[in-house]
């Protein structure tokens, strides 16, 4: 067997483990390259890094983040950051109990702040894409308990004004009019919205009504489909945690609790996997088919030895090509932490968007790597 195959089905069945706590041992010939695991002898393509980057109002203290994007006329940065909460949902602070303005845009510049908007509307900001015509959708991942508020998708315009909300307010569900933890939105060139639902698949026992699919819905908000459920095979997942396209309109899903990419046609048609990329939080593809990853969730317990970072390659292979390290993190030994979103602008500029595990040593919300 060659060593391609015996690396890919090496990490086929690290990705299929539930616990997934092996150690893939790689095949000699692929150190040429470098090692796609531990991210060593792979080329830095951004290694100047600016901790704690990006404008915030004056009064406010950084919460985690989940989500980071291009705008596509101007080129700046679209972000939000979860009202102050250092954690992913069920903490005593979230943008319902300080709802101040959770989104924002900067300057890709010099990060000074150029717009903010969206307080009072979510529990739990998510996911984030901005569209062809500048509007921004946000996934809102959790709900109040009250029940009247989150499990919702979001469409703002540029300037802030709500333009759709998709899902029913504070009821998680199964249905075609319902979300469960909704991670990811994305748009297709037809406008066809894309949602990945469900959050909590990643766990070793998901919460009964739990859900792991993708949605697609017509640019008016009318359902089409889903397709997907818990589990490993392919086509389904365990935390469709974020969404791209490339340039042949293929939707690449990173699939974390699998440790995996699955990419698909736009009718939900499987076409092939990724296996190179770690426990994946957030994918980034650009617009010479590039795809940037970043694993935030490794863990000396989740994902042993994988150390957390961007990983790098072209999407038509499952092979890394270059990859940005990790903060220190003192309890994950040798894989230290990273962000949960990642973009990146036209001057190959990287932005990592800190969640819980990364925000405290990384010092901020939002991390700029520049490039060489």
């Known amino acids: ?3 391609s195959r015996v690396l890919k089905s090496t990490l086929l069945a690290c990705a299929t483990a539930v616990l997934a706590t092996c150690t893939v041992m790689m095949p000699a010939t692929s150190t040429a390259t470098g090692n796609p695991i531990t991210g060593e002898g792979l080329p830095n393509p951004a290694p100047t890094v600016i901790p704690n980057w990006g404008e915030l109002p004056e009064g406010r203290a950084w919460g985690s983040t989940a989500g980071i994007d291009i705008d596509p006329i101007d080129g700046h940065i679209w972000a939000y950051e ?70 919702q998708v979001h469409k703002f315009s540029s300037t802030g004004e709500l333009l759709m909300s998709l899902g029913t307010p504070g009821q998680p569900g199964n249905g075609p009019d319902q979300f469960n933890q909704p991670n990811d939105v994305i748009t297709a060139p037809d406008g066809s919205i894309f ?99 970043i694993d935030s969730e490794s863990s000396p317990t989740s994902h042993a030895n994988w150390v957390n970072g961007v990983r790098i390659g072209h999407v038509d292979e499952d092979r890394i ?18 962000g949960e979103g990642v973009a990146v602008d036209a001057d190959g500029n ?23």
């Not at 300080?98 to 510049?109: C, L």
């Not at 150029?114 to 921004?136: E, K, S, W, Y």
């Not at 003192?330 to 990273?338: C, E, L, N």
């Open 321 to 338: 090509t270059a990859f940005i390290p990790p903060f220190d993190r003192p309890d994950r030994v040798y894989q230290g932490t990273a």
């Open 82 to 151: 979860r009202c102050g909460a250092g954690t992913f949902g069920g903490g005593r602070i979230d943008c319902e109990t300080n709802p101040v303005d959770p989104i924002f845009k900067f300057d890709r510049n010099t990060g000074e702040l150029l717009a903010n908007f969206g307080g009072n509307i979510m529990v739990t900001p998510h996911g984030i894409h901005v569209d062809a015509d500048r509007n921004v959708w946000v996934t809102d991942f959790a709900g109040n308990a009250a029940r009247t508020k989150g499990h």
């Open 350 to 372: 990287v932005y990592a968007a800190e969640g819980p595990n990364s925000l405290q040593f990384a010092g901020g919300a939002f991390t700029k790597y520049v490039v060489r």
């Open 195 to 293: 949602v990945a639902d469900g959050h909590s698949g990643q766990n070793a026992s998901p919460p009964e009504g739990s859900t792991g699919r993708i949605m697609k819905f017509a640019p008016d908000g009318t359902f089409i489909k889903q397709w997907g459920q818990i589990g490993v095979q392919h086509g389904e997942f365990r935390t469709p945690h974020a969404l791209a396209f490339d340039s042949l309109g293929r939707l690449f899903v990173a699939d974390r609790g699998n440790h995996r990419i699955e990419i698909f046609d736009q009718e939900g048609n499987y076409l092939d996997s990724r296996y190179a990329y770690g426990r994946i939080s957030g994918i980034f593809i650009t617009k010479d088919d590039m795809l940037y990853a």
């Open 1 to 3: 067997m060659s060593s």
